[in-house]
């Protein structure tokens, strides 16, 4: 903003220009937005232990969920009112995380009278949010306040059960810790967590005397389980290499380029965000649970592209520049900058995240084979389904052997290109 | 690798029998790569030519009694010629070649005398090994040496892609992926002709039921569960969130017990060590949708305590492998002078490890809270409760509208936690 020292610029702004006009302006509205920031965060902060607290209440004396126990307007109202109680008489959450605090203009402490006009002079202002508008706010110009940047000048800091915000922290962590146990943990599956320990030991001696007569047809499963995550690798990685070149921010200039960007980042960050099981379900209703193996590569496959696409790009974003912009200038065409300055920077991470996501997806093809994926995962189930533990300790240990193996084998690949 | 790994130099007897375990590796990858040729020849040969007449027929590999001895004879055979007669894969992987002694390339006959010496030197338990370390008979007889090969590109050698190692490599992608392609039986074409079908269940759920995201499903009550997806969603994240408190609670004090550079001082200490690393890498390997079903067994089928549980064993074990890999990777100056000055190994953890370790602890407890997210709003289907409950419950009713509300929800949930995370280990690192 146009605060120059004194002995350089010897004119006062011209406030009636354009350019000081949307200087007040821009320093108004950001002097509302960061009062206004701390404000919702206060909110948010009320809000979320309001609704932990009666989920615990209603909870226990209910049996039900419950998240406000009052209804939504009167909730909407406490939590308003409470934060203009916090941040009037308290230096609140939003306070710290803004690294600020209410002191008075004039220096010195603040009396609470001043704190009382505050608090009314907070619902006139804030509320209606035009008083925001105000540099500074109408309220603190009431109460003689100002929110100044934290000064640690004079006095030591309090220890945290002192102040306000330190209390929420503790109260939120104690409430929220215990509205967890309460709602995951009841009584009658506690019980037999410390009772029933007896209906596992089965499974326990079963990893040490392995049922031998099922090691041939398991391994046979595990194949399945290894050619299923090679073949999603494989057919990923076909698709995810040309998506990952459109999903690159550097490579896509222009509004059509950024648009596409946008477009599949996002496609690709949901794909993601959907677990490989939810995929097997959908692709085994589709393709009948007759071909179960070819339903799991499918959902592998849809899997990795999403991943796979993400760490290349991610990868393409960060090549360096100047050996793209070297080759460029000897006037080389787009095809011989892809051959001699992107492709020599990102062959190697490409191998090793491809190396990292095949060992993901042996370790998930295990898992969707639960969901009748195919492979051994599925005859892991059908043992576990019909509680034959025996059998199931068994395959359990050489899954382990295999994802172990990978692992090993993979780490070491990858160590070795990097 | 050093260049003093030849053998016609005599360099130390260590870097020899690590040379010669190298090339022992090297052949072993080698018969490895044949015994897989071997496999799939004779799962085309069930496929083709006497083929099970079986509908659900994958990976079935009938083999008469004799057959055993002469599939490993002869992947032997396959891979000793493979080496002699040209640059094998085994050879290529672990950067070595074979040459004349007189330091030209190897002719024929020098390659067939190798291959039939290899033989007289290796069948007999090795004889031509052991007896002759520094450069075994096979080798001596042909007058030839395997060395690695020289980093800079010779002239005159053929380009990758027709060399032996090359042909063999595109050779093996091309088998594998039509192996692959018989063994899971891939058919691109039942997407199309059950087109209707899929098309019809995405239809459905890009049109999601949202009626029972605040208010719950009554079909629910016959199970006692009275919980709309929001209810659930919640139950997901405290379940994610206990789990992951409660696993980087065991972790932590299990990762200094993991770590070489704390624990390994004494026998006592190696063997925890060891215990340790042994335990982090059994638990991991098992999935945690496996410990779920465990748990489901011993507490209750489809209670979050389950879930819980299942998430948490497996967050110790990874969170305790991380943790203690970066145990190990800080700097030892201030570990040094802590000891310097007399302090216990506690005071060493406290004031030389903790201060280095603790952003990349927060940073790797965030990324395993996500994951945890992730896995708990699937743990159900294992009888881990959470919000998978109401999808597989849907979908079993074949109630894909509803299937997609629950498949929305959780993508916002998984996304969200995705976002936050990220941006929360981008401020701590």
């Keep these: 903003m146009n605060r120059y020292p004194d002995g350089i610029v010897k004119e006062p702004p011209d406030w009636l220009s354009r350019r000081g006009l949307l200087d007040a302006l821009l320093l108004r509205l950001k002097g509302a937005s960061q009062r206004l920031s701390i404000v919702l965060l206060d909110m948010l902060a009320i809000g979320v232990l309001w609704i932990l607290v009666s989920y615990i209440i209603s909870w226990h004396a209910h049996g039900v969920i419950a998240y406000t126990l009052v209804p939504w307007w009167l909730f909407g109202l406490g939590v308003v009112e409470a934060a203009a109680i916090w941040e009037s008489f308290g230096r609140s959450l939003g306070h710290l995380v803004a690294r600020k605090e209410l002191r008075p203009r004039e220096g010195g402490e603040s009396t609470l009278g001043q704190r009382l006009v505050y608090y009314i002079g907070w619902h006139v202002t804030v509320l209606p949010m035009i008083g925001l508008l105000a540099s500074p706010p109408w309220h603190e110009r009431l109460a003689g306040l100002s929110l100044r940047p934290v000064s640690m000048e004079g006095h030591k800091p309090a220890p945290w059960w002192r102040t306000s915000s330190g209390i929420y922290v503790a109260v939120f962590l104690v409430v929220g810790l215990a509205a967890a146990v309460s709602v995951t943990m009841d009584e009658e599956s506690l019980t037999r967590l410390f009772t029933q320990a007896g209906r596992t030991v089965k499974f326990w001696k079963a990893l040490f005397s392995p049922d031998r007569s099922i090691i041939l047809p398991s391994i046979r499963d595990l194949l399945v389980t290894v050619f299923m995550a090679v073949m999603a690798t494989a057919f990923a990685v076909v698709v995810a290499v040309p998506l990952s070149f459109l999903a690159a921010r550097n490579l896509m200039r222009g509004p059509i380029g950024r648009s596409l960007y946008t477009v599949l980042r996002g496609t690709m960050s949901i794909m993601r965000s959907i677990e490989p099981i939810v995929w097997a379900i959908i692709f085994l209703v589709w393709v009948t649970a007759r071909r179960a193996p070819f339903a799991g590569v499918l959902a592998l496959w849809v899997h990795s592209i999403a991943d796979l696409t993400k760490l290349y790009a991610e990868r393409l974003e960060s090549i360096d520049p100047g050996l793209v912009e070297a080759i460029t200038a000897t006037g080389a065409s787009r095809l011989s900058v892809l051959r001699y300055a992107v492709v020599p920077q990102i062959i190697n991470p490409y191998i090793s995240f491809t190396l990292y996501r095949w060992d993901i997806n042996i370790r998930m093809a295990t898992v969707v084979g639960v969901v009748g994926g195919g492979g051994i995962g599925q005859r892991l189930f059908f043992y576990l389904k019909n509680l034959a533990w025996q059998q199931a300790g068994t395959v359990m240990i050489l899954i382990v052997i295999l994802v172990w193996a990978i692992d090993y084998l993979s780490s070491r690949l990858r160590a070795k290109l990097a | ?429």
Excluded: C
């Design chain 2, 1 to 429: 690798m050093s260049s003093n790994q030849t053998a016609t130099a005599t360099p130390a007897t260590r870097n020899f029998w690590n040379a010669l375990r190298r090339r022992a590796l090297s052949f072993f990858l080698d018969w490895l790569v044949w015994g897989y040729v071997a496999y799939g020849v004779m799962y085309l040969l069930n496929k083709y030519w006497w083929t099970v007449p079986l509908e659900r027929f994958y990976s079935t590999l009938t083999l008469p009694s004799w057959g055993w001895p002469l599939a490993i004879l002869g992947t032997l055979e396959m891979a000793v010629w493979s080496r002699n007669l040209g640059r094998s894969l085994g050879l290529r992987a672990f950067g070595y070649e074979i040459w004349g002694a007189d330091g030209k390339p190897p002719t024929l006959s020098q390659r067939v005398t190798r291959a039939l010496l290899w033989h007289l030197s290796v069948l007999p338990l090795g004889m031509g090994i052991w007896l002759s370390p520094e450069r075994p008979w096979h080798d001596q007889g042909a007058g030839t040496v395997v060395q690695p090969a020289p980093a800079t590109r010779l002239a005159g050698r053929r380009k990758a892609i027709f060399s032996q190692w090359g042909l063999m490599s595109l050779f093996l992608i091309g088998f594998t992926i039509w192996l692959g392609w018989l063994i899971i039986q891939i058919d691109i074409g039942i997407l199309f002709r059950r087109g209707d079908e899929g098309m019809r269940i995405w239809r459905e759920m890009l049109h999601p039921d949202f009626r029972y995201f605040a208010v719950p499903d009554p079909a629910f009550e016959l199970r006692n569960l009275p919980y709309s997806i929001l209810d659930m969603a919640v139950v997901t994240l405290f379940m994610a969130l206990l789990a992951t408190i409660m696993g980087a609670a065991v972790a932590f004090p299990l990762s200094f017990l993991g770590a070489r550079n704390v624990m390994g001082f004494n026998p006592v200490g190696w063997l925890v060590y060891f215990a340790m690393r042994g335990f982090f890498n059994i638990f991991r390997s098992i999935d945690t949708m496996l410990w779920a079903v465990i748990f489901a067994v011993w507490v209750l089928w489809g209670r979050p305590l389950a879930g819980v549980l299942a998430l948490t064993v497996h967050t110790v074990a990874a969170l305790g492998k991380l943790y203690s890999e970066q145990v190990e990777g800080i700097d030892p100056g201030p570990v040094e002078a802590v000891v310097a000055t007399g302090g216990s190994r506690i005071e060493v953890i406290k004031y030389a490890v903790l201060p280095q370790v603790t952003p990349a602890y927060w940073a790797f407890t965030l990324y395993r809270w996500d994951i945890n997210v992730r896995m708990a709003t699937v743990i159900a289907l294992v009888g881990g409760g959470g919000i998978g409950d109401l999808l597989f419950y849907y979908k079993n009713q074949g109630d894909w509208p509803k299937v997609g509300a629950v498949v929305m929800v959780i993508v916002a949930i998984v996304w969200a936690m995705d976002y936050i995370s990220g941006r929360l280990r981008e401020r701590i690192t």
